[in-house]
């Protein structure tokens, strides 16, 4: 593979109090959220918060900007669109606090009506999401997120050992917390596909982990003269290129998803950045160092040193 930074040397585990700091900073920050958005009070989006779904069947396709547009120029600015490739159809998905004790169905209606009267359309189905649908998102997501942690347990643990497991968890729930936290300080929605780019991050998150447990877990074996800082240190030097080569590959891609995706995708691809970002850093700065703090017993690897 390309070797973009060459044989270094750098002591990441002499630095981990400092990234200790700042990612309890990220943990806290992400934690507040995770309590706010409990509490109703993040900015949720239709899934959680509840609202209207109004899909409109129109006699001529409409762009799906110049309908945003529309929107927007009637004080619906945070409505979120979907167009379908085949019937013309448009659906408008509004958030309950927008709505202020308003029709909001027929408010919509009234806006294509007067904005596209050459353009005659039908409702082709309206939908009120209460807010008990919404609190049942909001448990499928927990529990979706729970499973996943402890999923990544019990798979890092048969393959390395229980140690290299916690902290490939302590490390993916890390990494969501922290883009959670950054898209709750940025105000952003937070919407079910918002909570699929988490999952998806934490799968990225937990590869980049492995491949560097994986080089990590060759040299305990190889090099049981060595102190474990040594050999994490050496280990993650060794595979750093690699790391930062995948993971500038990765963030270019979505990189260009960002700016070129269109607006229904451009929360989702930039809690994506956001996870390849932290994930890399995480693999480095958190799951390694956990290794060396650990205060559990020794697994077989460990025992093996010096």
């Given at each position: ?12 585990i002499g ?5 200790f ?22 900015n949720l ?11 409109l ?33 448009l ?16 408010k ?21 999401i ?20 402890l ?7 048969f ?8 902290a ?24 079910l596909?918002i ?34 800082e040594?050999?994490?240190n050496n ?72």
């Open positions: 593979m390309f070797e973009l930074l060459g044989k270094t040397r750098i002591d990441f630095k981990r109090y400092y990234a700091l700042f990612s309890g900073l990220m943990i806290v920050l992400g934690l507040i959220s995770l309590f706010s958005i409990s509490m109703g009070k993040a989006g239709i899934d959680f918060a509840g609202g209207t779904a109004v899909q069947k129109f006699e001529h396709p409409v762009k799906i900007e110049d309908a945003r547009v529309i929107l927007e120029k009637n004080d619906l600015k945070e409505a979120e669109l979907q167009e379908f490739s085949e019937g013309n159809k659906l408008i998905r509004i958030k309950k606090q927008t709505t202020i004790q308003e029709k909001i169905a027929e919509v209606v009234s806006i294509f009506t007067k904005e596209l009267p050459d353009n005659h359309f039908v409702i082709d189905s309206s939908e009120e209460g807010p008990t649908i919404g609190q049942k998102l909001q448990k499928d997501a927990t529990l979706a997120v729970g499973i996943a942690m999923g990544i347990i019990i798979y890092i643990a393959r390395f050992e229980f140690r290299f497991g916690v490939a968890a302590i490390a993916t729930f890390h990494d969501v917390l922290a883009v959670l936290g950054i898209f709750y300080l940025l105000h952003r929605e937070i919407n596909l909570v699929t780019a988490l999952l998806t991050l934490a799968g990225y998150s937990l590869t980049d982990t492995v491949v560097v447990f994986d080089r990590i877990r060759e040299n305990l074996r190889l090099r049981s003269r060595e102190t474990l040594q050999v994490i280990g993650i030097n060794q595979v750093l290129s690699r790391t930062i080569v995948v993971s500038l590959t990765v963030f270019l891609v979505l990189l260009a998803l960002f700016f070129f995706g269109g607006e229904v995708i451009h929360d989702f691809s930039f809690a994506l950045l956001m996870g390849v970002v932290i994930g890399t850093y995480s693999s480095i700065f958190v799951a390694s160092p956990i290794l060396v703090v650990w205060k559990g017993s020794k697994g077989k690897l460990l025992r093996r040193m010096a």
